[in-house]
């Protein structure tokens, strides 16, 4: 219709066809389920989403009875998925935490991906649009989508089933080198291969303070998780088991943690010993996308919103533990703002932000960060490091 964002399309029937209507604010809660005839025409909001939430993926039920809907927070990790009922135009939640949208899988049931890369499938009546019954593994090692609207799997009118497996283990696997100011290139470990997260495609890692330890977010058989690697050639330990994934990984100032950004909103941006004792301890609850600590420990520097002018900008956040009470707008407007690195002198910040049209570095002074702003990349600039 020309007046929105589209994460979704589906058939209704053989003249009617449903989409995700995002609007042109996710904020105001302007985005929704629409629906238009195939020959074209005006389309027809059918549900609108809440304001605090965004819709992402929609799915067609059987003989025009309704759509599954898919409906996440601002990350956008995971979603909860709902059914629209044609009939009464009413909503009813019919699972939490989902991965990507869910579908109808003949002859009666409802099929969705869990963080642990495994396609279930429950028992789903049709006519009165509810799930009953215990959730069955039908498929593992299926692909994690990059966002919340993608799905690795399709399952068509017959009821067969076509999906993508383990598409982030299947890349060819990385490795890390040592780059010196010369250029020149040395490998870490020769013995060494890894992929990185899946979630997001995350290439996230940092050096330890000693520069003895490396943390890396790694996608295995087990999922998305945090892991040590002693360098050079030394051990890798897996430090997280969550039954999400984590990712993002950064140092504590003094070694002896590591921070790291978890999908669980409960927990939010997390840390963990290092040494892998213990369990996640939760430093700010919510939905956050990146985190650091500057290096006197006294700010968390976060990174939250959702993606494009239109998604209202990802924004910067500040949070002092033992002084604030929720996290507080550092560098926040309609932009996307991220790659959040403080200086280690905690003097400035340096950030990553698209405010000209192309993604350039800039640096503030901090905590003032009002005082000033210095663009540092002549043409284009990303992730930040000092």
Partial sequence: ??????????????????????????????????????????????WK???????????????????????????????????????????????RDVRSPAAYLPPGYLAYLRSDATLYAVPF???HLTT????????????????????????????TLIMTRSAGL?????????????????????????????????????????EKRLVIGLSTSAGDGIWVKELPAGALQRITYDSTPDFRPRWTPDGQFVTFITTDSAIGFAAHRADGTGKDSSLVPGGFDEGVV?????????????????????????????????????????????AVMPSPDGHWVAYQSDETGKKQVFVRP??????SKEQVSPDVGRAPLW
């Avoid at 215990?134 to 993608?150: K, N, Y």
Wanted: proline share 6%; with cysteine; hydrophobic share 40%.
């Fill in 132 to 159: 009953s019954g215990t959730a069955i593994p039908i498929a593992d090692s299926l692909a994690l989508p990059v966002s919340s609207g993608d799905t690795p799997f399709h399952v068509s009118n017959a009821g």
């Fill in 49 to 95: 989403g809440d304001a605090a939430a965004l819709a992402f993926g929609v799915s067609a039920l059987p003989n025009g009875r309704g759509v599954l809907i898919n409906e996440c927070g601002v990350t956008c990790v995971g979603t909860d998925v709902f059914a629209f009922d044609m009939r009464t135009h009413t909503t009813r939640l019919l699972e």
């Fill in 125 to 127: 009546d049709l006519d």
């Fill in 294 to 338: 500057t290096a006197d420990g006294k700010w968390y520097l976060l990174r939250r919103g959702a993606f494009g002018a239109a998604a209202g900008g990802r924004d910067i956040v500040s949070f002092r533990p033992g002084v604030d009470t929720a996290p507080q707008p550092l560098i926040a407007n309609t932009f996307d703002d991220e």
């Fill in 170 to 210: 299947s890349t060819p696997p990385y490795e890390m080198d040592w780059v010196d100011q010369a250029g020149r290139i040395t490998p870490v470990d020769t013995g060494w291969t890894f992929h990185p997260t899946a979630l997001l495609s995350n290439e996230g890692w940092s050096l330890s303070p000693d």
């Fill in 366 to 371: 901090f905590p003032n960060v009002n005082a």
């Fill in 1 to 46: 219709d020309g007046a929105g964002l589209y994460s979704g399309v589906t058939w209704v029937d053989q003249q009617t066809i449903a989409y995700v209507n995002a609007g042109q604010d996710f904020r105001a809660g302007s985005h929704g389920i629409s629906e238009v005839s195939a020959a074209g025409g005006s389309p027809r909001l059918l």
